[in-house]
């Protein structure tokens, strides 16, 4: 019996090992939270070339034609960096911390905090921070591939517009809004920026791979 036990109690034991949270990795954690703040905040001015409408139609077109700014909020591809950095258990960690804060200590959304903030539209985009870091962070657990970066990034993404575009309707079902505010808001938060989403967060997941390399180098 106590033979039978043993393998139990060494899986255990190991399961508690896994969750032991040392000065290092509460100190990266609070950094991932800083990183998660500063980029709600920042805007990016991502400047490149485009094919104007009236390219094939005749019209007079101007340098500026073929160039377009979308600025960008980087806090998608700066979660996926953090899920990608810290791994599925310490990055929920970040996240949540994250939410906490936001909700009962300091304004740090983007349209400010506290408890009443679940109302807000966008606050589905914020919970869907925790699927999405626990599905990407799963699917690199088996290595830095360029297949599982896409992979986790495509995914990533996905959940977090998924998840907060069903929110969104939710709460606008509470506040009785039109079918015309839902497409609208949809549009401007989850139309062409999830592009800029996917191409970002890949980036940063890419960074996050050669982060993990020199962090290990020196520890």
């Given at each position: 019996?106590?033979?039978?036990?043993?393998?139990?109690?060494?899986v255990?034991?190991?399961?508690?090992?896994?969750?032991?949270?040392?000065?290092g990795?509460?100190?990266?954690i609070?950094?991932c939270v800083?990183l998660?703040?500063?980029?709600?905040?920042?805007?990016?001015d991502?400047?490149?070339?485009i094919?104007p409408?009236?390219?094939?139609?005749?019209?007079?077109l101007?340098?500026?034609?073929?160039i377009?700014t979308y600025?960008?909020?980087?806090q998608?591809p700066?979660?996926?960096f953090?899920?990608?950095?810290l791994g599925?258990k310490?990055g929920?960690?970040?996240?949540l911390?994250?939410?906490l804060l936001?909700?009962f200590?300091?304004?740090?959304?983007?349209l400010g905090g506290?408890p009443?903030y679940?109302f807000?539209?966008g606050?589905?985009y914020i919970?869907?921070?925790?699927?999405?870091?626990?599905?990407?962070?799963?699917?690199?657990?088996?290595?830095?591939?360029?297949?599982n970066?896409?992979h986790?990034?495509l995914?990533?993404?996905?959940?977090?517009?998924f998840?907060g575009?069903?929110?969104?309707?939710f709460?606008?079902?509470l506040?009785?809004e039109?079918?015309?505010?839902?497409w609208?808001?949809?549009?401007a938060?989850?139309?062409?920026k999830?592009?800029y989403?996917?191409?970002?967060s890949?980036a940063?997941?890419?960074?996050?791979?050669y982060a993990?390399?020199?962090l290990w180098?020196?520890?």
């Amino acid at each position: 019996m106590i033979k039978a036990s043993a393998p139990k109690i060494r899986v255990i034991r190991k399961q508690v090992e896994g969750i032991r949270l040392t000065f290092g990795s509460l100190l990266l954690i609070l950094c991932c939270v800083f990183l998660l703040i500063l980029s709600t905040f920042v805007q990016l001015d991502v400047t490149h070339f485009i094919i104007p409408n009236g390219l094939f139609s005749g019209a007079d077109l101007q340098l500026s034609d073929f160039i377009h700014t979308y600025k960008l909020i980087p806090q998608i591809p700066v979660v996926m960096f953090v899920g990608a950095f810290l791994g599925r258990k310490y990055g929920i960690a970040s996240i949540l911390l994250y939410i906490l804060l936001g909700l009962f200590v300091i304004p740090v959304f983007a349209l400010g905090g506290g408890p009443k903030y679940i109302f807000e539209y966008g606050f589905g985009y914020i919970l869907a921070y925790i699927p999405a870091v626990f599905f990407a962070g799963s699917i690199l657990k088996s290595g830095f591939t360029n297949r599982n970066m896409l992979h986790a990034v495509l995914v990533g993404v996905l959940t977090i517009h998924f998840i907060g575009i069903l929110y969104m309707l939710f709460i606008a079902g509470l506040k009785h809004e039109g079918t015309a505010f839902m497409w609208g808001w949809i549009y401007a938060q989850s139309g062409v920026k999830i592009i800029y989403d996917f191409i970002f967060s890949f980036a940063l997941v890419f960074a996050a791979k050669y982060a993990k390399i020199i962090l290990w180098f020196f520890m």
